[in-house]
């Protein structure tokens, strides 16, 4: 058992899409996106703010893949934003028109969280997953910006809320999580939306990783 006494918490923000053919659901998400837009449309491994990923949106009745850029530019053009907090995200006029009309789902083989142990010049890494299951799905919202080039393309945040009694000892935040049979509602239903924003999260299990 890892001993957090004494220990300065750092978040930071990434998260995991792991392609290995044994996680049948995101190897076949990985291989639709491939199919409809290329290859090298996403990055997977080991996903970064601005990284290119897989998120789930609704198309004609199923939720089909696609490549989204992940963090809204800022509005003073300095870096992005990854999270909106699930407690005022209706209320900030960056988030609310799409949390209430362009929902998604980020799909995920676990995220990231860093601490700090006093004595150790490196921060320990540790990935967070939901128990017995080899995906994670996030709560997320899609907008839209122009870049510097004048092109208009697609970006993605998660939602975060509280942490739970799992989390809390590492953070005090952490991802809005679905399960597999709440994705579609998430994204189709706004009164189900505002049920998931409400609510704790899933217990969570960690394991250090390398």
Not at 2 to 26: D, H, P, W
Not at 42 to 49: A, L, M, N, W
Not at 130 to 140: E, I, Q, S, T, V
Not at 151 to 157: E, I, L, N, P, W
Request: proline residues 5%.
């Amino acid at each position: 058992m890892l001993n957090l006494k004494n220990q300065v918490v750092f978040i930071c923000g990434r998260y995991t899409v792991f392609s290995e053919a044994e996680i049948i659901e995101m190897h076949a998400i990985i291989e639709e996106i491939g199919r409809k837009f290329g290859s090298e449309a996403i990055k997977t491994g080991e996903i970064f703010p601005t990284n290119v990923a897989p998120v789930l949106t609704l198309n004609d009745n199923r939720l089909a893949p696609y490549p989204v850029s992940w963090g809204f530019p800022r509005w003073d053009g300095k870096g992005t934003i990854i999270n909106a907090r699930s407690e005022t995200a209706l209320e900030k006029r960056m988030f609310s028109k799409s949390l209430l009309t362009r929902r998604c789902v980020i799909p995920s083989t676990g995220f990231f969280e860093w601490l700090h142990v006093d004595g150790k010049a490196q921060k320990d890494k540790f990935l967070f997953c939901r128990p017995g299951k080899r995906m994670l799905f996030m709560a997320g919202m899609i907008d839209t910006f122009k870049g510097a080039d004048g092109v208009a393309r697609d970006t993605f945040v998660i939602l975060t809320t509280g942490a739970n009694a799992s989390m809390s000892p590492f953070h005090d935040r952490m991802p809005v999580i679905l399960s597999p049979e709440e994705r579609e509602n998430w994204i189709a239903d706004e009164s189900f939306m505002r049920l998931v924003l409400a609510r704790k999260g899933p217990e969570l299990i960690w394991e250090k990783a390398g």
